[in-house]
């Protein structure tokens, strides 16, 4: 990967902060199942960090928000399950109070020796978190001496604990957050090319800005999961009960029209689907086939060949497209044979569905065969940027996370730097 411009605002490498009391906003957001963790892959990215901060002899709070409680006192989102996994993965005790603001949160922090840790209880408990309140802010500062950014899966949003504290401590980035930043900033300012974004999801309106800018900037731009049958259905292409959205048609249709009007100019490969896997119902059991529509890539390409159009059938009025088909994967597969950065943002195909045997769902042949492409199976192996929760859920799951090149911990924050959008809780920390 080529390096960036750098990141332009100060670190905790750039202060003094041998036993400092310091604050540090972790993004502990992590599912959760019968007070049990599942997935622990936003804890351990906050490690750097903390040792860092140890190793300084810092006094070290964390705090964080947990999903989106509906009372003050939602104990299913509770972060004491947290303190007790960040323990394990540190080795050492993680002291946890069930408040983030208040006299026992005071307490707590005042009670730290040099080299402890306290984790607050759930930010969003008081809401006054949301709403970036200063009140609110102006107690999280009290407990430290120095604020630190590291939850880059917030600093999209202007909460009290990204914005508002910022106003009462010196404020830097955490290890996480400057790798996040200056990762995806290279990758979307100075890439090494071609420059190749597979986006997925459901909505085209989710992702408008993101696929505006990667057809700027992109050198092949691949659409897939449901967000593909809109442009299937801007193409008059049947697509049966597949989950489209009628309103977003001027939307493909305006994104179609850019990637045309990109490819007149120079080689630039926009590439909607050209089969799919279909069944009447989404069950690991379904009866499914695969349907080979007549379509092409909207945005000539000269470096694949193409196949001779042909209608081996079309989407029936009960089915719908679940998955991208083989003839779609491989050429998504071959392309990227071509590409050095590649970013990933949305999988193919409904891949939380179970295999019936193996591990591969029904419809995640086509995601599947995308990763192994990514990991070099076929040869190239390409610089990878992961993004969006259902994506890194899936690499997750397979056991995969450590063999691309960078997997993101923020989804709306990750999409909202690629489209060139500022991200408040950045902007509020000290430039260097």
């Known amino acids: 990967m080529k390096q960036g411009a750098g990141f332009r605002k100060k670190t905790i490498r750039d202060i003094k902060l041998n036993n400092k009391t310091v604050l540090v906003r972790v993004d502990f957001n992590v599912p959760i199942e019968s007070g049990k963790i599942t997935d622990d892959y936003r804890i351990r990215k906050s490690i750097p960090t903390i040792e860092y901060l140890l190793s300084k002899k810092c006094k070290i709070i964390l705090c964080s928000h947990l999903g989106r409680p509906k009372s003050y006192n939602d104990r299913e989102l509770s972060l004491s399950a947290c303190a007790k996994r ?9 002291c946890f109070t069930e408040s983030s603001v208040g006299p026992d949160a005071a307490s707590a922090a005042r009670s730290l020796k040099q080299g402890e840790i306290l984790l ?23 407990l430290a001496d120095v604020f630190v950014q590291d939850a880059f899966g917030v600093v999209h949003r202007a909460h009290a604990s990204t914005d508002a504290v910022t106003r009462y401590l010196p404020s830097v980035a955490g290890l996480l957050l400057e790798k996040e930043v200056t990762t995806i900033s290279a990758v979307m300012n100075n890439p090494d090319r071609p420059l190749m974004a597979i986006i997925g999801g459901a909505k085209i309106s989710d992702k408008i800005d993101i696929l505006n800018r ?15 049958n809109t442009f299937l259905l801007a193409q008059d292409i049947k697509i049966g009960k597949s989950l489209a959205l009628d309103e ?36 690991s059991h379904a009866k499914t086939r695969i349907v080979d529509w007549d379509a092409h890539v909207i945005a000539n390409i000269e470096s694949y060949p193409l196949r001779p159009p042909r209608r081996s059938g079309e989407v029936l009025a009960d089915e719908m497209i679940l998955d991208i088909g083989p003839f779609s994967g491989a050429f998504i597969a071959g392309s990227m044979q071509l590409a050095n950065t590649v970013v990933w943002n949305g999988t193919m195909g409904v891949t939380e569905t179970n295999g019936v045997q193996g591990p591969v769902g029904p419809f995640a042949h086509g995601t599947d065969m995308i990763v192994d492409a990514m990991l070099g199976e076929y040869g190239h192996k390409p610089f990878t940027v992961v993004g969006g929760g259902d994506t890194v859920g899936y690499i997750e799951e397979h056991g995969l996370v450590d063999n691309f090149g960078h997997v993101s911990t923020g989804g709306g924050a990750s999409m909202e730097l690629m489209s060139g959008k500022k991200l408040p809780g950045v902007e509020a920390l000290l430039d260097k």
Do not use: C
């Not at 960040?86 to 993680?94: A, T």
């Not at 850019?258 to 490819?263: D, G, R």
């Open 214 to 228: 990667f057809v700027e900037i992109a050198d092949v731009v691949v659409v897939g999961g449901a967000m593909a």
């Open 86 to 94: 960040l323990g394990r993965l540190l080795g050492k005790d993680v």
């Open 120 to 142: 607050l209880e759930n930010l969003r408990f008081n809401r006054e978190e949301e709403a970036n309140n200063s009140t609110f802010a102006k107690s999280l500062a009290a």
């Open 248 to 283: 977003e048609i001027p939307l493909a249709e305006e994104i179609i029209e850019k990637a045309q009007a990109k490819s007149r100019k120079q080689r630039f490969t926009f590439y909607v689907p050209q089969d799919g896997v279909v069944a009447t119902k989404i069950d």
